[in-house]
Antibody, heavy 120, light 110 residues
Framework: EVQVLQSGGGLVQPGGSLRLSCAASGFTFSRYDMSWVRQAPGKGLEWVSLITGSGGSTYYADSVKGRFTISRDNSKNTLYLQMNSLRGEDTAVYYC?????????????WGQGTMVTVSS | QSALTQPASVSGSPGQSITISCTGSSSDVGSYNLVSWYQQHPGKAPKLTIYEGSKRPSGVSNRFSGSKSGNTASLTISGLQTEDEADYYCCSYVTSSAYVFGTGTKVTVL
């Protein structure tokens, strides 16, 4: 069974750091690009970052560029999002997502989401 | 990259058809046939409903259909059912492996 299980959210002060994890199972993790998508409370979805299957290329939304780092450990089937210099506007539910069966540019597998709250 | 524009809300009675529009630009929706649509119920993760403009993932009802004209993509839900009441988001591929989501549409079944 395909699963992606997230961990690592919580409360952090402005300017602080947090690392999110997304553990995958049930598919050949290294073959698939992985993304992070977030949703601020009561707001819409926002794509945050993507990493290719090999980990060789990464892409970021302008809103997080220079502050967030996406990475993966294919030996552990795990995706990460290191978030530094956090701001109030980064408060959101963060989802990891990928596509296994629906072309290359959609998200058909989603994690359960993890809440990140940036507040003093 | 600005969010794609969707109507804030759309409503319909059971059995009716509704259409949600998603307007972008020649840099996103207009350049690629790579629009996807997501259904999201409160407190849940989004669920893929349409990909590559008009393709349905396995298990998604054929009441859902997608299309595109110029810089605007559309999602049509026919035979509206109470369980279709949810938020819907479009998403387009943008150059350099980036994506942009729509502003979201709340669908209400009257």
């Amino acid at each position: 069974e395909v699963q992606v299980l997230q961990s690592g959210g919580g409360l952090v002060q402005p300017g602080g750091s947090l690392r999110l994890s997304c553990a995958a199972s049930g598919f050949t993790f290294s073959r698939y690009d992985m993304s992070w998508v977030r949703q601020a409370p009561g707001k819409g979805l926002e794509w945050v970052s993507l990493i290719t299957g090999s980990g060789g290329s990464t892409y970021y939304a302008d809103s997080v560029k220079g502050r967030f780092t996406i990475s993966r450990d294919n030996s552990k089937n795990t995706l990460y999002l290191q978030m530094n210099s956090l701001r109030g506007e980064d408060t959101a539910v963060y989802y990891c997502a990928t596509t296994l069966w629906s072309g290359y540019h959609a998200f058909d597998i989603w994690g359960q989401g993890t809440m990140v709250t940036v507040s003093s | 990259q600005s969010a794609l524009t969707q109507p804030a809300s759309v409503s319909g009675s059971p059995g009716q058809s509704i259409t949600i529009s998603c307007t972008g630009s020649s840099s996103d929706v207009g350049s690629y046939n790579l629009v996807s649509w997501y259904q999201q119920h409160p407190g849940k993760a989004p669920k893929l409903t349409i990909y590559e403009g008009s393709k349905r993932p396995s298990g998604v009802s054929n009441r859902f259909s997608g299309s595109k004209s110029g810089n605007t993509a559309s999602l049509t839900i026919s035979g509206l059912q109470t369980e279709d009441e949810a938020d819907y988001y479009c998403c387009s591929y943008v150059t350099s492996s980036a994506y942009v989501f729509g502003t979201g549409t709340k669908v209400t079944v009257l």
